[in-house]
């Protein structure tokens, strides 16, 4: 298997997939909270960013009726020297002045802190960010899940890679980059033996159709094909590659029963064999015994 398919050709094939992976889901999941939300994006800036929910009360005598208010803030990252921590320098205080608020909003608005070096590194809810109107905030970029991760690479690193990638993909090359991705991903799956129905022509139009009408209702994106096999194949291959398992579990307490066996017929060959062995010379021991 690694002579056919060396590590590095398969993560190729991953990386793929995991950058075309929000284009590629069935129908139903393009309605999920879990799978898209504006805490999902990771690029361009001001992305990522961090929910923050209110709950307003109609009547305060009465906590029944109420309604949950959403703002995103961006995440922002200020270091400055620990010795001015208290006492902001002119860097600090230009970062401040931009976002338009002061060091005591600051401290409200603290997400971590850390001390790195002779540093103090913050954390913090910078600018308030209006997803639901960003004009280039389609439903496909609301999504940070991979495919299959690449191993020894860490995942928040892949994510975001693939999030810039995806990005420009549909916003800054031409369409024929995103068409020429599908028909990638039509190789892919035939050399997978995955059964597929999908064009590339079609699903690159379905794509960029959907990326200008976000708000209109998902009806159809072409982009069939057997997932769970696709899905099924990879954890195989993820197996072979990193956790070798040499033993079908159906065949393993039977292999391990056969070397027991064996193991206790030789010992006990081995005891019968010495046994013997001794015999003999005892015997010839007594009969030399003096009278």
């Known amino acids: 298997m690694r002579t056919l398919l060396p590590e590095k050709d398969l993560n190729k094939d991953k990386t793929l997939l995991n950058v ?4 590629l889901y069935n129908y139903t999941s393009y309605s999920s909270e879990k799978l898209f939300n504006p805490e999902n994006v990771l690029y361009p800036k001001p992305y990522p960013v961090i929910e923050q929910r209110d709950t307003l009360f109609y009547d305060p005598t009465n906590k029944e009726y109420y309604s949950i208010d959403y703002t995103y803030y961006s995440i922002d990252t200020l270091k400055m020297l620990s010795a001015n921590h208290e006492k902001l320098n002119g860097k600090a205080k230009l970062v401040l002045d931009f976002l338009g608020f002061d060091f005591k909003e600051l401290e409200k608005r603290i997400i971590s802190k850390k001390e790195v070096g002779d540093s103090t590194e913050i954390i913090f809810k ?3 960010v209006q997803p639901e109107y960003d004009d280039k ?31 420009d993909l549909l916003y800054k090359y031409s369409q024929d980059s995103l068409l020429n991705s599908f028909k990638n991903l039509n190789a892919l799956l035939k050399k997978y033996n995955i059964e597929t129905q999908i064009v590339p022509k079609d699903l690159t139009k379905d794509v960029f159709y959907y990326r200008d009408h976000s708000r209109e209702p998902l009806n159809e994106i072409r982009n069939t094909y057997e997932r769970d096999d696709l899905k099924d194949k990879f954890e195989t291959l993820d197996r072979l590659f ?22 206790l017929g030789l010992f006990l060959l081995y005891l019968i064999w010495n046994f013997r062995k001794r015999k003999p010379s005892a015997d010839h021991f007594d009969g030399n015994q003096p009278v």
């Open 126 to 128: 910078g600018m308030e």
């Open 137 to 167: 905030m389609c439903i496909f970029l609301e999504n940070k899940l991979l495919f299959s991760p690449l191993h020894k690479v860490p995942e928040p690193k892949q994510q975001y890679q693939n999030a810039v990638k995806r990005y």
């Open 20 to 23: 075309l992976q929000p284009f």
């Open 242 to 263: 990193y956790k070798p398992n040499y033993l079908h579990p159906s065949i393993r307490e039977i292999f391990f029963g056969v070397v027991i066996g064996v193991w």
